[in-house]
């Protein structure tokens, strides 16, 4: 698979319910973050997660890291129609000056 | 909250003709970098900017694009002869540090007919 792959490709749950898309990537990196897209927008950043973390929390959100695994997850709690968007990862391999790779992204649906 | 702008939303250009896209960044950023994302495909990197000059790369960034901060608010993609797959959404990111969170504009959507 390609730096920063997620799955599933497409999520479709009830509001009120979790939401957990998990990415993959190759090599090792500095960070990885999180990032959502609505249609035609632009990214939003969500969570940032250092190479020598597990886990962060933010608001609804919960990102964790396995460096062994070269793999992360994201979990929304309680989802809310609102968070129907694209979810992205994007790694960071360098210190300093990072450009991101992105990952293929996994399509969230809420159904209300 | 302090957001990155773009302008235009959306530049529709004759292929060969000039195009220049404008960002402005959070004002106290240091970095700054430009992603492109082509219909229905992955967010690519194009090019990182800090100090003034070039930092990084990407092979998409060839001799016909070029970056330049020309004052202290704007960051600027020039794309010298538009080709038909330089058809994508551009967009500008600047963060704080280099390993600080990228902060992204909404995009401009570039049509090359």
């Known amino acids: 698979s390609q730096q920063g792959e997620e799955d599933p490709q497409a999520l479709s749950i009830q509001e009120g319910e979790n939401a957990t898309m998990n990415c993959s990537y190759k090599?090792?990196?500095?960070?990885l973050q999180w990032y959502r897209q609505n249609s035609g927008r632009g990214l939003v950043h969500l969570i940032l997660i250092r190479s020598n973390e597990r886990e962060k929390h933010s608001g609804r959100l919960r990102v964790t890291l396995d460096t062994s695994k070269k793999s992360s997850s994201l979990l929304i709690t309680a989802s809310r129609a609102a968070d129907t968007a694209s979810y992205f990862c994007?790694?960071?391999?360098?210190?300093?000056?990072?450009?991101?790779?992105f990952g293929t992204g996994t399509r969230l649906t809420i159904i209300p | 909250e302090p957001e990155v702008t773009q302008t235009p939303s959306h530049q529709v250009t004759q292929m060969g003709q000039e195009v220049i896209l404008r960002c402005v960044p959070i004002s106290n950023h240091l970095y700054f970098y430009w992603y492109r994302q082509i219909l229905g495909q992955k967010v690519e990197f194009l090019v990182s900017f800090y100090n003034n000059e070039i930092s990084e790369k990407s092979e998409i960034f060839d001799d016909q694009f070029s970056v330049e901060r020309p004052d202290g608010s704007n960051f600027t993609l020039k794309i010298r002869s538009t080709k038909l797959e330089d058809s994508a959404m551009y967009f500008c990111?600047?963060?704080?540090?280099?390993?600080?969170?990228?902060?992204f504009g909404d995009g401009t959507r570039l049509s090359i007919l």
């Open positions: 990111a600047s963060s704080a540090e280099g390993n600080q969170p990228q902060h």
């Open positions: 994007a790694t960071a391999a360098n210190f300093g000056n990072e450009k991101l790779t």
């Open positions: 090599t090792s990196i500095n960070n």
